[in-house]
Each structure stands twice: as C-alpha cells, then as structure tokens.
C-alpha cells in the first residue's frame, strides 16, 4: 500500500468516526463541583460519556465551576446572556433563579419523578424547575465511648435531646479537659451552609428567616421573642467557648472530629465515610436536638435544570430524564455518600440499603427534614442570616443584630414588590 | 494613533462610570422581572442618613438610678425608639452607630446604614494610616538598598518579592500567619517571651483584625513604592552630594538639603499613587475577613461589590461607587493643589 492509500485510508476512518459527533448537537452543561469532590466528578462525567454514546442527537460538554465562584458565574452569564443549556443549582436558590427567568420549567411530566424524596424535587409558582439525584442531611456526629465515658445518653429519633439536655452535655464535654472544643460548628465555612446548617435550630426555637405565612416580611420571626432567645443561646456557645468562632480555621474543621480535637461534630452525609472508616463502630450519627418545636435539619441539595437561554430544551430534559435513572442515582450515593433521591436506588448501594451504615440519614431526612423558605427573596435573606449568626457569634447585641437583619429582609421584600408572591 | 485605547477607554471606565452614575439614581437589580424605576436621591439618602438621640438614664420610682452589673447607669433600649415609634418618625430604621456619655445622659448617633458608615469610616481610616507609614517605610527601603553593596540585588529583590505574588495569595498566607491557634506570628511571640505570650486571633477580634490588615497591606505593596522611591533616589546628580560633601554637611542635613527636595515629584507621585491604592480596598476584605468580625474590616469597595453583586442590588452598589469617585475625585484635586508648582 502506498503513502498515498495510508493516508486516505487514516483521513475516511477519521472522519468516520468523527462524522456522528459532528452531526450531534452540542448541550453546554455547568456544574459548581470544580476543586471539589474528585468522586462526584467522575461520576458526572460517566453519565455524560454514557449519555453521549447511547444516542447520537446530542452532545453534553460538563464545564466546571469552583462552588464559591459557581452562583456569581451564573449570575454574571445571565447578565451577559451566555447561560449554557443545563445547570445545576442548589435547592433554595432555585426560585430566585425560577423568578428572575435564569430558567426554565422541565419540560418533563412529573409523574416522571413520582418516586423521588420530596427534598429532590425544586417547585417554583406551582412548576417543577429542577430536579436532584439526591438529597442530603445534616447530623451530630459522635463517638459512642466517648458519650458512655462522660456518662451522656445517647438520643434517639423518638427521644432528641432537648435544648436543657444538649447544653448540659456539651459542658461536661468542655469539663472532661480532654477536647479542644467540644461542638465543631464548622463556622469556617461561611457561605451556604450557615443558613442550611444554623437555621433548622432557629426553627426549631420557633423562629424562622422570613414569615413563611406570607413571605412579605422578617419581622416577629427573625427578631421575635424565639429568634432572640435562639440568639442568646447561639452567642453564649461561643462565649462558654463550647465551639469554635467565625475565625476557625479550615484545616481544624476537616481533620478535628477525626483527630479528637471536638467531641461533637455538626456536618452532612457527605462527609460521613471517613469518619466512619476510622471509627467504624463506635461512630454515631445523632438526630438534631429538639430546641423546643420539634427537631429540625435543612432539606434540599444540589439539583439540574434548564437554563431559560437554552434553544435545546428538549435535548436537556432527555439528558436529566437519563442521569435520573436509578442505577446513576446509586452510583452517586456509592460514590460520595449522599441520600439517593428514590427508595429502589437506595436499595442498589451499599450504605442506604436496609441495615446500610448510613442508613439513618434516610431517617433523619424523613422525620426532621424542613425545606429553606421558597421564595426568590431567600438569596438576600439567606446573607443577612448568615451575617447576623457570625455578628452574634462575634459578640454583637442580639436583639439589635437580629433587628438590623430583620429589617433588612423585610426592605429587600418592599424593593422587589413582593418577589412575586 | 489613540483610536484603540480611546475605544477601550470609554468601554471600560467612562461607560460603566456614566451607567453608574445613572443607576444610582434607580431600584436597579442586578437581574429581576421588575421594571426598573427612578428613585430619586433615595439610594444616598438611605446610605447618608444619619439623626442622634440623647436618652436619659433608666430611674427608679424614687428617683435613683437603676444601675447595670457593671455599676454603669443603664438606658432605655433604643430600639424602642427607632423601630415604629411615632413620636420619632426620622429615627425609623436607624441602628446605633457610636455613643458616649455626656454626664448622666448617654448620645447616640444613629445611622440608618450602619455597615456603610463603618466601611467609610474604615477605608478613610486605611488611607490615612497606610499612605505615610508605607511611603516612608518605603523611602528607608530605598535609602537602604541604594547603597554600592556587594549582593545589594539580592535584598531589592527580596523587599520586592511580596508584590509580585498576587494579593489573593498574599492574603490567604497571612490568613495563616494570623491564625487564632497555631499560626505562625502567635507561635513566633510565644517563642519570643518563652511562652508568656498568649495567642490572640488576629482576624477574629474586633480590636486587632483591621490593625492586622494593614500592617499586611503596608507590607504587601511597600517593595513597589520601594521601586518608584529608588528610581527618584537615582536621578539626584551626584555632584550635588559631593558638594554637600565638600561643604561638611552632616548625613541629615544631607537628607533634608539635597536627597528630600530632589525627591519632590517621586514624593508627590507615591503619595497619589498610595491614596488611589488604599481607597480600593477590596481584596485583603474579601480573602481573610469577609468584612467581619462585626464589621470592624468593612471597605467601601467591599460593600460596593457585596451589594451590587451579592444582594443583586446594583442600585445600591452604584450608589457607594458614586459616592466613591467624588471622594476620590476631591481628594486627588486638594493634593493636587496642595503639591502645585510654586513659582
């Protein structure tokens, strides 16, 4: 054969195999995992790669975002109308995005995601907007010998430990002498998580970010009599030193619980498999305290959806109905250990199926899981919580901060009439 | 010639000044399905406005004074005044921004954008610190590394280094070196008195977290004013030094006759060079302190940014960058007239 035939030869094989991808259109996809979790990744791209080789219509390309940066890029392309045609986006910020037309209803019937946790699903003006592949929970982690030693009861879901009974633990954890602190808040982390995290235990004090009666107004339930009293126990943890500060350093969070610098640990299923690796056993994962209305955790996780620039809906849907498919919704709960969204995938992985060790998260997701208030105002009220908890946390006057915030939410309603509600 | 950087020019800074300028003047959001509105002067008039109060103290019913814990007379809580009281309608909203004593009675001076105050008060707080401790720590740098050494590279690369690193960097180091625990100035003091020091959390007190800014900040960019310093340093002929030589003059009067007036428009450029710098405030913010604890490390940039693009509203953002450029603006003309040539 000569050069000539190798070379036409190599050219009509290349384009052969071009030639489907070439025909296929292209669907952008972004995703705020970039520098995070390598397993969450991978298992993103498998589905893309699987996606793209069972049809030959279209063509997903993952960009990924660092999460700190990730809403800001999506909020910078909206403003500069550059939104790719799927995105992923966390629960409560959904609306807000829903409202300010960043996105677009799922053209997919709902009977679709009948199985799914309700937690999973993001409704925005009665329309189903995104939808998770799975939900995630907060827990206490802690150490069954290190509660029997210091002669604490263990709480159950039927029995929370109550506001009297937490405080009074986490004092004859601080006595012991043998911990740093004895509740890792994980305060270092100041974004999203203060309002996930911090929030059910104001809830759970009977207050709330906004009135969720009418979301037109903070008032009376952010500064009222059960926000102030949620703010004068939060403050004194932090003077009692029963936790770190805002200052904590990150290093501490990720590596303290392991170590046995903190007794306790306030964090999510995501970060349930070292712990449990290295303590195997004796590792507890404990139901949030009953601070007097009910124990509370924060519902609702990362989700897809369609942007509202997207010319591709249709090629977006069939690539969520794909990725929606239980066996991916195991994959992911394998891989990095959140709650798959439907009780069939549950089954197909190891920690959620029954006697799984992670197994209580589904639990606590059913008995205590409350979704972050839905309204579009959520984005502003969800910073001025934040910066009002680690004003508090700091030592500023309770009562004033939460008025200040109170305030604040409550004009951020009036400038944007209403949010639509 | 200028074609292109005119172009760039007006899209970059005299576009988005002017749309600043009139979205100021708005209830623009960044994104919203609301239609845009005039408002007026309502954004500055909600940033700027400020009342006082003078309370007296709480009194028994016999007339004596009920005194706090602390022995201090106490005082009716504000909030029952600035929050829907009808005999103080002007006070509605405000929060307390500073107060003293005055005798038995106790003034407040109220604000009703508190973060705002503070981040103004701040950033004028900065530049008025940071300009001359930097330009003159910068010039003893200069002086230093302008002598005939053997190595003398060596340390004016050294000094210079921190400005090479981007800030970003710079601030998540020293977020390091500042830490509360184990960082490295704490352990570096404990060291230093055999252990009598007791760790303090720079960043994480309201008394040390801006002192602890700017002494980062000073540091960070001091190699570059070095530069400009020693450039200035090198253009004195040195006929005028042997002269001063000749002449016995001591190593001050050297300074203060020959170096100092030589260095008149290196002066004049560092100084406006410095200002402009520490009036844009943003990053060491936004990397080590988010602008807390309690708002003791707010910048007016930092709010800018926060409001604009955070709270997604950029009526409010345009506002303080308005309020920003005036002060600038004013700033640069009173150093310019004060700097003029005298003839």
Same mark, same amino acid.
């Given at each position: 054969m000569g050069r000539f035939a190798k070379l036409t030869g190599v050219l009509a094989l290349t384009t052969a195999l071009a030639g489907p991808a070439l025909a296929a259109t292209e669907l952008s996809m972004w995703y705020h995992g970039a520098g995070g979790d390598s397993a969450e990744r991978d298992t993103f791209a498998r589905i893309i790669k699987e996606f793209n080789e069972s049809q030959s219509n279209w063509e997903v390309k993952l960009q990924a975002f660092p999460q700190i940066a990730y809403n800001d890029a999506i909020t910078a392309a909206a403003v500069a109308g550059k939104l790719p045609d799927i995105i992923d986006v966390d629960g409560p910020i959904m609306p807000n995005w829903a409202w300010s037309k960043y996105m677009q209803p799922l053209p997919i019937p709902e009977e679709k995601f009948a199985k799914f946790l309700p937690g999973t699903l993001g409704h925005w003006d009665g329309k189903l907007y995104s939808v998770g592949l799975w939900d995630a929970a907060v827990a206490m982690y802690a150490r069954k010998s290190v509660l029997e030693e210091n002669g604490i009861r263990i709480p159950t879901l039927d029995k929370p430990w109550t506001l009297e009974e937490f405080d009074a633990a986490l004092v004859k954890l601080k006595d012991s002498g043998k911990f740093d602190y004895p509740l890792d808040l994980a305060m270092n982390d100041k974004g999203e998580w203060y309002p996930y995290a911090f929030s059910p235990f104001l809830q759970s004090f009977g207050g709330d970010i906004v009135d969720r009666s009418t979301y037109k107004t903070a008032e009376g339930a952010l500064n009222g009599e059960a926000a102030v009293k949620f703010g004068n126990w939060w403050q004194s943890l932090f003077e009692r030193k029963l936790a770190p500060g805002t200052s904590q350093d990150t290093g501490d969070h990720d590596t303290g619980f392991l170590e046995g610098k903190y007794a306790l640990q306030w964090n999510g299923n995501w970060a349930a498999l070292k712990p449990l690796d290295k303590f195997g056993d004796d590792m507890l994962f404990l139901p949030a305290p009953d601070f007097g209305h009910g124990p509370k955790i924060g519902a609702a996780s990362w989700q897809l959806g369609i942007s509202a620039a997207s010319k591709h809906a249709d090629g977006a849907a069939k690539f969520i109905e794909f990725a929606t498919q239980d066996k991916y919704l195991a994959a992911f709960s394998n891989a990095i250990g959140l709650i798959p969204a439907t009780a069939e995938a549950a089954q197909m992985t190891e920690n959620y199926k029954d006697g799984g060790k992670l197994a209580v998260f589904y639990d606590l997701s059913a008995k205590q899981a409350l979704v972050r208030p839905v309204t579009p105002g959520y984005v502003f009220a969800a910073k001025e919580f934040r910066k009002a908890l680690s004003d508090i946390a700091d030592g500023a006057d309770v009562q004033d901060t939460l008025d200040a915030a109170a305030d604040a939410i409550t004009a951020d309603i009036e400038k944007n009439s209403g949010y639509g509600h | 010639m200028a074609g292109p950087s005119l172009v760039i020019l007006a899209v970059f800074l005299i576009l988005p000044f002017f749309l600043a300028f009139g979205l100021s003047f708005t209830n623009q959001r960044l994104i919203s399905p609301n239609p845009t509105e005039y408002v007026g002067l309502r954004n500055f008039e909600s940033l700027l406005g400020v009342g006082t109060l003078t309370l007296e *103290?709480?009194?028994?019913?016999?007339?004596?004074?009920?005194?706090?814990?602390?022995?201090? *007379?106490?005082?009716?809580?504000?909030?029952?005044?600035?929050?829907?009281?009808?005999?103080?309608?002007?006070?509605?909203?405000?929060?307390?921004?500073?107060?003293?004593?005055?005798?038995?009675?106790?003034?407040?001076?109220?604000?009703?954008?508190? @973060?705002?105050?503070?981040?103004?008060?701040?950033?004028?707080?900065?530049?008025?610190?940071?300009? *001359?401790?930097?330009?003159?720590?910068?010039? +003893?740098?200069?002086?230093?590394?302008?002598?005939?050494?053997?190595?003398?590279?060596?340390?004016?690369?050294?000094?210079?280094?921190?400005?090479?690193?981007?800030?970003? @960097?710079?601030?998540?180091?020293?977020?390091?070196?500042?830490?509360?625990?184990?960082?490295?100035?704490?352990?570096?003091?404990?060291?230093? =008195?055999?252990?009598?020091?007791? *760790?303090?959390?720079?960043?994480?007190?309201?008394?040390?977290?801006?002192?602890?800014?700017?002494?980062?900040?000073?540091?960070?960019?001091?190699?570059?004013?070095?530069?400009?310093?020693?450039? +200035?340093?090198? =253009?004195?002929?040195?006929?005028?030094?042997?002269?001063?030589?000749?002449?016995?003059?001591?190593?001050?009067? =050297?300074? @203060?006759?020959?170096?100092?007036?030589?260095?008149?428009? =290196?002066?004049?450029?560092?100084?406006? @060079?410095?200002?402009?710098?520490?009036?844009?405030?943003?990053?060491?913010?936004?990397?080590?302190?988010?602008?807390?604890?309690?708002?003791?490390?707010?910048?007016?940039?930092?709010?800018?940014?926060?409001?604009?693009?955070?709270?997604?509203?950029?009526?409010?953002?345009?506002?303080?960058s308005v309020l920003l450029f005036l002060i600038v603006l004013s700033i640069s003309l009173i150093q310019r007239y004060l700097t003029r040539e005298r003839t």
């Open positions: - | *103290p709480l009194r028994g019913e016999n007339g004596d004074l009920i005194l706090g814990d602390d022995g201090a *007379p106490t005082y009716p809580r504000l909030r029952g005044y600035t929050r829907n009281n009808p005999d103080y309608p002007h006070l509605n909203g405000m929060r307390e921004w500073i107060s003293w004593s005055w005798g038995e009675n106790r003034i407040y001076l109220l604000a009703s954008d508190v @973060v705002f105050m503070r981040a103004l008060v701040n950033t004028f707080l900065f530049v008025l610190i940071v300009a *001359p401790l930097q330009g003159a720590l910068a010039l +003893g740098l200069a002086l230093l590394v302008n002598q005939k050494l053997k190595g003398i590279n060596a340390f004016r690369a050294i000094f210079f280094m921190p400005v090479v690193v981007s800030m970003v @960097v710079v601030a998540l180091l020293w977020r390091f070196i500042y830490d509360g625990q184990n960082g490295l100035l704490n352990t570096l003091l404990a060291f230093l =008195t055999f252990g009598g020091f007791k *760790p303090v959390d720079w960043l994480g007190n309201t008394s040390t977290a801006f002192g602890a800014m700017i002494a980062m900040s000073i540091w960070q960019a001091v190699g570059f004013h070095m530069v400009i310093w020693l450039s +200035g340093l090198q =253009t004195i002929p040195e006929h005028l030094y042997e002269a001063a030589r000749i002449e016995g003059a001591s190593r001050l009067q =050297t300074f @203060v006759h020959v170096t100092w007036p030589g260095l008149r428009n =290196t002066a004049v450029l560092v100084l406006i @060079v410095i200002t402009m710098q520490a009036f844009a405030l943003f990053t060491q913010v936004d990397v080590m302190t988010n602008g807390g604890p309690i708002d003791s490390t707010q910048s007016l940039v930092y709010q800018a940014v926060q409001r604009g693009y955070g709270q997604q509203d950029i009526a409010g953002g345009s506002a303080i």
